[in-house]
């Protein structure tokens, strides 16, 4: 039991940078607290004192704001920081190394009896009053963003955000990722002007679906092009004109940030002022 303790208080140190010493671990952090009461009220559920585990669990929710159901199962080194609002289902089954953060549901959707809560792989992270409902799982090394809602089943590697949660990034497809990166950047020059001043690694959903038009353009410009070559091999003449160049004027409004359309690839801060 005390090897567990020990355990757990290196994991917070590990996790939470705001921790300065042993002792301090060991009384002011209520998600250990709940933890370990959990652990007590786990045992007494499994050899059939159901009242008395439920009457430690309301106990353990009182004290630290934390409600797990004696029946969850819970991995080694598990971490709950803050842990306000945190609430943990009967069927619910966590990992090793998984850290909550407050505010988190591990829920159901259903009130039929059987496995009804979601399952968490080993190091999880599930941000600050996200929501992870049903019998799903959450494969190892994912992350969930804060707020979320997740009710459907995670790869390994992912990170999920939105309502409902949506994956963003993915260690299983990395390199389309960034080939996909690569492919906006060079549109994006071409054009005059920077990719929405964002990381190309940056997991904006709104910045994805800008780099999706930025390409159904560049496509539509292509066809264009073919389009005036043969008519004008026919003998035509209604791709003469130029078309209007892009300036910085365009952009005012938006806040995009143009460059010019050789000029060398630089990484943008998306919190730069100046942009």
């Known amino acids: 039991m005390f090897e567990r303790i020990k355990e757990d208080v290196e994991g917070v140190f590990q996790r939470d940078p705001a921790a300065r010493n042993f002792f301090e671990v060991l009384t002011n952090y209520p998600g250990l607290h709940a933890i370990w009461l959990h652990r007590l009220s786990h045992r007494m559920w499994n050899r059939g004192f159901k009242w008395l585990a439920r009457s430690l669990s309301t106990f353990s929710r009182w004290l630290t704001g934390i409600e797990i159901h004696p029946g969850a199962k819970l991995g080694r080194r ?148 073919e389009m005036c070559a043969v008519i004008q091999s026919m003998g035509g003449n209604v791709c003469s004109a130029d078309l209007q160049s892009l300036s910085a004027e365009d952009f005012a409004a938006t806040g995009i940030s143009p460059v010019a359309p050789d000029a060398e690839k630089k990484t943008q801060n998306p919190f730069d002022p100046k942009i």
């Open 78 to 225: 598990f971490f709950i920081d803050h842990g306000m609002g945190v609430v943990i289902g009967e069927t619910a089954e966590v990992g090793n190394d998984v850290t909550l953060y407050h505010g988190v549901t591990l829920g159901g959707t259903s009130w039929k009896a059987g496995k009804r809560h979601p399952t968490l792989g080993d190091n999880v992270v599930v941000g600050a009053g996200a929501k992870i409902l049903g019998p799903i799982y959450i494969g190892e090394n994912a992350k969930v963003g804060s707020n979320s809602v997740v009710v459907k089943d995670t790869p390994p590697g992912a990170t999920v955000v939105g309502i409902p949660g949506r994956i963003v990034m993915s260690t299983q497809n990395t390199s389309r990722v960034k080939e996909q990166a690569d492919k906006r950047n060079r549109i994006a020059r071409k054009y005059g002007f920077d990719a929405y001043a964002v990381a190309p690694d940056n997991p904006d959903p709104v910045a994805n679906a800008m780099g999706v038009m930025l390409e159904h353009m560049h496509l539509m410009d292509t066809k264009v092009e």
